[in-house]
């Protein structure tokens, strides 16, 4: 069993930045790909970034490439979201997880409680 929280999100103006983290329990987080998603309202949850198990390889939404970094740091059962160039679609409520896959919602086994991301024009 894997337990997630994650922290971080805010109210940032268009342009700005901000880092999620996602703090894991449990000692088999690097035994799982890691990823964020999010969920606007009256949207259904979208994927937005990926790591593998090591971290070496990583997936992005085409709406966030280039913006976002996703990154772990598996010795402290971190997982990390850098956004970058916020724009106001991308105000949501962002949930890390982890699992077997990396795109798929289905993937996931375990999800955290979401943190609220809200960016201002």
């Known amino acids: 069993q894997v337990q997630l929280v994650e922290s971080g999100g805010g109210l940032v103006q268009a342009g700005g930045s901000l880092r999620l983290s996602c703090a894991a329990s449990g000692r088999t987080f690097s035994a799982h790909a890691m990823g964020w998603f999010r969920q606007a309202p009256g949207k259904e949850r979208e994927f937005v970034a990926a790591?593998?198990?090591?971290?070496?390889?990583?997936y992005y939404a085409d709406s966030v490439k280039g913006r976002f970094s996703i990154s772990r740091d598996n010795a402290n059962n971190m997982g990390y979201l850098q956004m970058n160039s916020l724009k106001p679609e991308d105000t949501a409520v962002y949930y890390c997880a982890v699992g077997a896959g990396y795109t798929s919602y289905s993937d996931y086994y375990y999800w955290g409680q979401g943190t609220q991301v809200a960016v201002s024009s």
């Open positions: 790591t593998s198990r090591s971290g070496r390889n990583t």
